[in-house]
């Protein structure tokens, strides 16, 4: 795959979300992550034009001085973001298998100490999280207005343990 005309390897599919497909990619010397858009249906989630949203969110996020990789480049005309790769196992991997610590969960609560006073959510899907080095970083770049509904509080923690929900969850998504 290409972004802006410099050739970049597939290693391997990391993950599809709502607004596009995240691949690992090498350009021979390093690793990072390509995430291309697509424009499949999302019931659930309304969007505009996603690689713009994809920047401003990036700019945003950055702002607040939230931990995740950094942008390197965006290919509008392609709709790809290439970005810093962060090693390490998501939330939902330390979720599932029995593994989660207690400091993770005091590391997205300070997240949210930065994104609540700027009127910001972002996705706390664990899944949108890495850990490396025992730091917590959030790989997505989405983020929308403040809602209490859509906080971590009232959704997100539903899934950083084994409740109901993401037990549910892992169930219908196990391979």
Not at 26 to 33: L, R
Not at 43 to 52: A, L, P, R, T, V
Not at 73 to 86: G, V
């Amino acid at each position: 795959m290409k972004v802006n005309g410099q050739e970049f390897n597939v290693i391997k599919l990391l993950g599809k979300g709502k607004g596009g497909y995240s691949y690992l990619v090498t350009n021979g010397k390093e690793n990072y992550v390509l995430k291309q858009i697509h424009h499949e249906p999302c019931s659930y989630y309304q969007f505009g034009n996603k690689i713009e949203a994809e920047i401003n969110d990036y700019n945003t996020l950055k702002n607040i001085g939230l931990r995740m990789p950094r942008l390197i480049e965006a290919d509008i005309e392609n709709e790809r973001i290439l970005k810093e790769y962060i090693e390490g196992n998501s939330i939902y991997e330390y979720v599932l298998n029995g593994k989660m610590k207690p400091d993770y969960l005091e590391q997205i609560k300070a997240m949210c100490g930065l994104l609540y006073p700027a009127k910001i959510n972002i996705d706390y899907f664990p899944t949108n999280f890495i850990v490396q080095n025992d730091e917590l970083y959030y790989i997505d770049y989405e983020c929308n207005e403040y809602s209490g509904e859509w906080n971590f509080e009232n959704w997100g923690i539903k899934y950083w343990s084994k409740t109901p929900e993401f037990i549910e969850y892992a169930k219908l998504h196990s391979n």
